[in-house]
């Protein structure tokens, strides 16, 4: 089945950066979009960007200009999102979430890596 | 792009029906059939439950259903189940992905 597998909780400190990793299995990875997600404590989801497998494009929310980048290695199928210049206000899940089969929805999503920015 | 229009809160008894609004624009809800629901519970991670408006995904049951009228989409639960209670959101493409504010749906 289609699974997308993320990495563990991290704590970063004000000013440093954090990259997440998410593997997939169960499907070709270059055949779909993977897209980023994040939810703060207590509050709704936020969508960060998308890239496309196959061609490594991108396209990110306006509000994270300058600060993502995310990435992929196609040879073990994982994508990476990479979030620079982190404050307390990207303290927050992130989540992978692959393109549907429509395109346009996210299915399925992986199980979400927290992310502490303290000093 | 501003976020989608949900009311915080709904709520029913088991065997009822409710409905959960999402209102958008002609930019966004309005302008595509593009409008996906998702469900989260507590401490999980969402899951898809519409997509495309009314579609179902294959495993989802049918007493979730989804509907569109001009700027605003609708996701209705019939006969409400305690295993329902959860958060639940409503997105849009446009190319890039809004989400609504989300609502919190409690089973009496």
């Known amino acids: 089945q289609v699974q997308l597998v993320q990495s563990g909780a991290e704590v970063k400190k004000p000013g440093a950066s954090v990259k997440v990793s998410c593997k997939a299995s169960?499907?070709?990875?270059?055949?779909?979009?993977m897209n980023w997600v994040r939810q703060a404590p207590g509050q709704g989801l936020e969508w960060m960007g998308w890239?496309?497998?196959?061609?490594?494009?991108?396209k990110n929310a306006q509000k994270f200009q300058g600060r993502i980048t995310m990435t992929r290695d196609t040879s073990i199928s994982t994508a990476y999102m990479e979030l620079s210049s982190l404050t307390s206000d990207d303290t927050a899940v992130y989540y992978c979430?692959?393109?549907?089969?429509?395109?346009?929805?996210?299915?399925?999503w992986g199980q979400g890596t927290p992310v502490t920015v303290s000093s | 792009q501003s976020a989608l229009t949900q009311p915080a809160s709904v709520s029913g008894s088991p065997g009822q029906s409710i409905t959960i609004s999402c209102t958008g624009s002609?930019?966004?809800?309005?302008?595509?059939?593009?409008v996906s629901w998702y469900q989260q519970h507590p401490g999980k991670a969402p899951k898809l439950m519409i997509y495309?408006?009314?579609n179902r995904p294959s495993g989802v049951s049918n007493r979730f259903s989804g509907s569109k009228s001009g700027n605003t989409a609708s996701l209705t639960i019939s006969g409400l189940q305690a295993e329902d209670e959860a958060d639940y959101y409503c997105?849009?493409?446009?190319?890039?992905?809004?989400f609504g504010g989300g609502t919190k749906l409690t089973v009496l």
């Open positions: 979430a692959r393109d549907g089969a429509g395109g346009r929805e996210l299915d399925p």
């Open positions: 495309d408006v009314s």
């Open positions: 997105s849009s493409y446009t190319s890039t992905i809004i």
């Open positions: 169960g499907y070709t990875f270059t055949d779909y979009y």
């Open positions: 002609s930019s966004d809800v309005g302008g595509y059939n593009y």
């Open positions: 890239m496309n497998a196959k061609s490594g494009g991108t």
